[in-house]
């Protein structure tokens, strides 16, 4: 059974940074994609683009509107994905998900298989 817990959001200024992280059990995290999406107030769930992405061999990809700010990175050892949000805006306030497929090494499959309950970033202005 395939778990995803994602913790590190909370409440920042804009300009300020945030850490999220998501721990991956019950499945071999380093052999599939990882990634972090997102759920703006009023909004429904972003699954066919991620906020960023890293592939089993470690390439990532972001959004548009994160990169340059965002870093995603995943510690295969420790079954943990993360993301680091420097530079925060106010519209990146959202539930921030990570998600898995396994049946996706290359970031191509979306909607992802499994998915964590998300975590809340707020940014103020």
């Known amino acids: 059974q395939v778990h995803l817990v994602e913790s590190g959001g909370g409440s920042q200024q804009a300009g300020g940074s945030l850490r999220l992280s998501c721990v991956a059990s019950?499945?071999?995290?380093?052999?599939?994609?990882m990634a972090w999406f997102r759920q703006a107030p009023g909004k429904e769930r972003e699954e066919r683009e991620g906020?960023?992405?890293?592939?089993?061999?470690?390439?990532?990809t972001y959004a548009d509107s994160v990169k340059g700010r965002f870093t995603v990175a995943r510690d295969n050892a420790k079954g943990t994905l993360y993301l680091e949000m420097n530079s925060l805006k106010p519209e990146d306030t959202a539930m921030y998900y990570c998600a898995t497929d396994k049946r996706d090494m290359r970031c191509l499959t979306f909607p992802m298989d499994y998915w964590g309950k998300g975590i809340l970033v707020t940014v103020s202005s």
């Open positions: 019950g499945y071999t995290t380093s052999r599939y994609c």
């Open positions: 906020v960023a992405t890293v592939d089993s061999d470690g390439t990532t």
